[in-house]
């Protein structure tokens, strides 16, 4: 009995190993559902100065797509503040968006 309480924790063990990287807390998919490009993202945590770097690194999310970006910054911060630009040119911010608590944030 003892061996196989010891083998479903393993298994389980291995199983939570195995999660996507943004389940950690720190990583969140930003979903495009708008009829735009978004074509640079900036995400800042609360007490920040300023934008800083746009976070796609140059890349877009088309429109029906998603990517996954690091909030891992070092800062502990679970508080941040979202800036989208589109490739209509409108931009789009978000604040007090808790990136320790939802996997993803929507665009609409």
Known sequence: MRQIAKSIIASVGLALSTLPAFADGRDMEIIN????EIVAFF??????DGWGADMLGGQAIASGLSHVISFEDGSGYCI?????VFDDGEELVSN???????PSFTYY
């Open 43 to 48: 995400g800042v945590h609360k007490d920040s």
């Open 33 to 36: 559902l708008t009829d735009f």
């Open 96 to 102: 007090d968006i808790n990136i320790c608590d939802l």
């Open 80 to 84: 941040y503040s979202f800036k989208a």
